[in-house]
C-alpha cells in the first residue's frame, strides 16, 4: 500500500540524524552555542532524542571517573571512549581521570592521558597550555609528570 | 546511574560468563534464572552442549594463540590500550612498580620515564611523527615510469611493422586535396580553414 509506506519515509526524514552538537566546553574557535535562535532550529531534522547539556555531559564523565573502586578495564574504557568524541575533555573530568589512575597506582597511563588530550586539541595550541594551568595543583599533589616534563613530547 | 555505566555493566557480566551457573544457562541480564526452557535443555544437552565447567577443562588441553588474545597498538584514538607494552618485567622494573604504589612526587623523572617506557611503546609525539617515505615512493615510481620509455623506443624500433603506406607524405597530399575538394567540414572545420579563391591555407 502507498501510505503506509510515505508515512514511514516521511516519519524516517524527520527522524533524520542531527549534526553532531559540539558539548566540549573549550570553545577556542567561534561555535553557535546549542540555545541558538529558536527559528533556524525548528527548520532542521534534529533527532528527537533528549539533548544533553555540556555540564550534564561533564558531570556524567566526573562521576563516571570518580568511581572509589574503578578498575583499569573501566578507566582504559572510559578513556577511550572519551577520546573518540569530538571535544576536549574539560579539565574537571581529566583532573577525576588522573585521580583514578592514582587510585589504580598507574602513573603511566596518568601522563599518557595529558598527551591525549594536547593531541585531541590539533590545531588549537592554546587549548593544552590551559589545561596544564588548570590541573597544575592536581599535577603537583599527586606528583604526575606532564610529557613536556619527561622529553616525551618530542619524537 | 547513566546510560554509559549501565551499558557497561551488561558489558561486564557477559565478559564473566566462566563463573560457575546452577542452571548452566547465562542470560544477558545476568540472571542465571531456573526457566523452564533452560532446565530441559541442560538436561537433555548436558554433553553435547559446552557447558561453562566443560569450557574450564578443555581450557588446559588447548593452545592458546596469541592473536586471541587482547594486544598492544599505538593509535592516537586509543590512548589506553588493553595490554601494557612490556610484559614481562625486570627485577628492577617489579621494584620500580611497586614504588609506583606509593607516593608519585618520590618518584624521579628517569623513574616516571621507565614506568611510561614499560606501559607504552612510542610517546604520542613519536606515532604521530612522519617520514620521508613518500619521497622514496614517488621517486620510485618515477623512475620506474621513466625507464618504460625505453622500453617503448625499443619496441618502437624493434617490434613494430612499418607504417601503412597512407601515412606517406605523397599519400596525405592527395588525401588532404581530396578533402579539400569534397568541401569537408566547410562552416567551422577542416576545408573552412582552406581559403579556396587564393588556393592556400587562410591565415
Known sequence: DALPISTMLGAALRRCASVGSLRGLLHSRLVPPSTSSPVAVAARCYSHAKHESDEEFDARWVTYFNKPDIDAWELRK????????????????????????????????????????????????????????????????LGVATPEELGLDKA | TTLFRSG???????????????????????????????????????????????????????????????????????????????????????????????????????????????????????????????????GGALIFIGLTAFIVLWQRKYVYGPVPHTFSEDWTAMQTKRMLDMRMNPIQGFASKWDYDKNEWKK
Open chain 1, 78 to 141: 572510559g578513556m577511550n571512549t572519551l577520546i573518540g568524541y569530538d571535544l576536549v575533555p574539560e579539565p574537571k573530568i581529566i583532573d577525576a581521570a588522573l585521580r583514578a589512575c592514582r587510585r589504580l597506582n598507574d602513573l603511566a597511563s596518568a601522563i599518557r592521558i595529558l598527551e591525549a588530550v594536547k593531541d585531541k586539541a590539533g590545531p588549537h595550541k592554546d587549548i593544552y597550555p590551559y589545561v596544564i594551568q588548570e590541573l597544575r595543583p592536581t599535577l603537583d599533589e
Open chain 2, 8 to 138: 557497561h555493566a551488561r558489558w561486564f557480566r557477559a565478559v564473566s560468563s566462566l563463573s560457575p551457573c546452577p542452571s548452566g544457562v547465562l542470560r544477558a541480564d545476568g540472571s542465571g534464572g531456573r526457566m523452564l526452557a533452560s532446565r530441559a535443555l541442560s538436561l537433555i544437552g548436558k554433553r553435547t552442549l559446552s557447558t561453562s565447567v566443560g569450557l574450564r577443562a578443555h581450557a588446559g588441553v588447548v593452545k592458546v594463540e596469541s592473536y586471541t588474545l587482547p594486544s598492544y597498538e599505538d593509535n592516537r584514538a586509543v590512548p589506553l590500550p588493553d595490554v601494557a607494552y612490556v610484559g614481562q618485567l625486570t627485577a628492577e622494573q617489579n621494584a620500580l612498580k611497586e614504588k609506583e604504589k606509593g607516593s608519585w612526587t618520590s618518584l624521579n623523572n628517569n623513574e616516571k620515564l621507565e614506568l611510561y617506557r614499560i606501559k607504552f611503546h612510542e610517546s604520542y609525539a613519536q606515532m604521530n611523527q612522519g617520514s620521508n617515505e613518500w619521497k622514496t615512493v614517488c
